[in-house]
């Protein structure tokens, strides 16, 4: 078992108030954090050898009890609201403490990681939990540092997870027994109360949205990457449930990353050493990357076996629909190592329009970009509760409003400024319905999808005709390589044309209303990079 010696170790941690730990083992190799987890009863080896856990009471990130300490640091910087909730600098303290008194005496796992492949961007964080396998997903997720900067690392954050201590609400000024909370003054992340591994990786990612656009000038972005043979690299925005790790991961080109990335003059790095990917419902034939990256190292979050088996049913919902797995990036065949690229020449924005208004592709002037940028438009499936009739609407502002703790158009301005310094081209795919809203219209075929992407990357859409939507302002090609043309005008595949202009105008409506909150930050050229007739379809 690899320890440092004690001197060392407490010289390290007695800082933290953690000088009477039972046992600390410091940046075990994942093999040794296997062990300790199965030594601990934290999980079990399933036949391909990835460690099955359970997450507990938490299956998913609990955005309401997600804090940043307000203090003089982020007074002014922070945009504040339901996303960056603010919390007292004194109650953060008293937190950290009897945090800290519930460590003591516990055997604690260290591990010295960096987020971010441009050593030039680097943040050096140091994770200290209490369960190996946290610790593990943790060597997963982030990039391991050479043996020569691991000799004097001093961490720039430090993150504590303790999922069995639990705050007291009424004491301790947290919504309930669960939180994440970053106080960017003392470098720190405290995270109690909850088992779900995924509140460390995005505290982190909080972390760079914060200082990496302020203190850089660089773009941190909720989005994957690949790049093709001739280094042309491509984003892909887009929420849950729009395609983003199944179209970036693309066997004809390589994987930089699937969920977090900086742009710098330079061009793209992955902030991630790991993917973090939903596997309920995996099939190989579907996923071959993902199904095949399941292996000795990876750790499945929440999934089940076939019963009187050691393989896992991948269909099984008993826990949680969000079932995941975590695995290092090398576990991918075709992954970019190091993570990094050169300045995209193409970014597409994936939304799932269950309206089935918006088209299969259109390409987006800069105004148009941001604007869409700022919206982070996608849609929930209707008719899953009782009473809904028309789709749910999900607007998040960059596509991942939960992880920036700065105003959107901070970053749709820094995007802005790149796509023009470097002239992307910006496309919006609708990966979701056609010929009708959801109930009505069919899901669009994911080959018409990749048909529609490798056309824009391979440039041919780039002289094509393009026709305007009057409703959007959208320019949607007239003609695309291995896609059917009827599909390219949503208005052409609905059987009741006025009921595509009525459903077409509810969602503008839609946009326009979500926007007003930005309205007083934005340019009135991005403005006019949303719906057209915008005071009429307010008032309509």
């Not at 609400?169 to 994440?180: C, L, M, S, V, Y």
């Not at 979701?432 to 529609?452: D, E, I, Q, Y």
Request: proline share 5%; aromatic share 10%.
């Amino acid at each position: 078992m690899k320890k440092t010696n004690l001197h060392s170790i407490f010289q390290g941690l007695e800082d933290l108030g953690l000088s009477n730990a039972k046992g600390v083992l410091w940046n075990l190799t994942p093999a040794e954090l296997i062990a300790e987890a199965v030594k601990n009863g934290e999980g079990l080896l399933t036949d391909t050898g990835a460690l099955m856990c359970d997450t507990g009471t938490f299956t998913g990130r609990s955005p309401k009890d997600r804090f940043i300490v307000r203090d003089q640091l982020t007074e002014d910087k922070v945009w504040w609201g339901d996303i960056n909730i603010p919390f007292e600098a004194e109650q953060f303290d008293q937190l950290y403490e009897k945090m800290v008194q519930s460590m003591n005496f516990k055997r604690l796992y260290v591990r010295d990681a960096l987020a971010g492949a441009d050593n030039e961007h680097q943040l050096k964080i140091r994770v200290i939990d209490t369960q190996a396998w946290h610790n593990l997903f943790c060597s997963n997720m982030f990039i391991e540092p050479f043996k020569e900067q691991l000799e004097d690392f001093h961490p720039d954050f430090t993150i504590l997870a303790v999922p069995e201590f639990k705050a007291d609400p009424k004491i301790d000024g947290t919504r309930q027994e669960n939180f994440a909370i970053i106080n960017f003054t003392k470098k720190l992340i405290i995270v109690g109360g909850t088992g779900y591994t995924g509140e460390t990786k995005k505290g982190v990612f909080s972390v760079l949205n914060f200082l990496l656009p302020s203190a850089d000038h660089i773009l941190s972005m909720h989005c994957s990457a690949n790049k093709g043979e001739d280094n042309d690299t491509a984003l892909f925005f887009g929420l849950s449930g729009t395609g983003k790790t199944t179209l970036s991961a693309d066997p004809n080109r390589l994987l930089i990353g699937d969920d977090e990335h900086g742009w710098t003059h330079k061009g793209i790095f992955n902030f991630e050493g790991g993917c973090y990917a939903k596997v309920i419902d995996l099939e190989e034939d579907k996923e071959p990357e993902i199904y095949r990256a399941i292996k000795f190292g990876a750790i499945l979050e929440n999934t089940r076996f076939i019963p009187g088996t050691t393989t896992v049913d991948y269909t099984n919902r008993e826990v949680t629909e969000n079932t995941r797995v975590s695995y290092p990036i090398t576990h991918i065949k075709n992954a970019v190592l190091p993570s990094v690229g050169d300045n995209p020449k193409h970014i597409f924005f994936l939304t799932c329009d269950a309206y089935g208004v918006l088209p299969p592709i259109s390409k987006l002037d800069v105004n148009q970009a941001m604007y869409h940028f700022i919206s982070g438009y996608t849609a929930k499936v209707a008719g899953t509760e009782t009473g809904i009739v028309d789709p749910v609407s999900v607007f998040s502002a960059c596509f991942g409003a939960p992880f920036m703790p700065l105003h959107p158009t901070e970053y749709a301005k820094l995007l802005g400024e790149k796509i023009a310094q470097h002239k992307v081209n910006i496309w919006l795919v609708n990966t979701g319905w056609t010929g009708g809203p959801f109930g009505v219209g069919s899901r669009m075929k994911l080959k018409f999808t990749r048909a529609m992407i490798t056309a824009a990357l391979n440039g041919e859409l780039d002289n094509e005709s393009y026709d305007v939507d009057n409703i959007f302002g959208l320019n949607f090609p007239q003609y695309c390589p291995g896609v059917p043309a009827e599909l390219l005008n949503p208005r052409n595949t609905w059987e009741d044309k006025e009921a595509y202009d009525k459903k077409a105008e509810k969602l503008a409506q839609k946009f326009i209303e979500n926007f007003k909150k930005f309205e007083t930050n934005t340019a009135a050229e991005i403005l006019n990079g949303g719906p057209v007739n915008r005071e009429e379809l307010a008032m309509s």
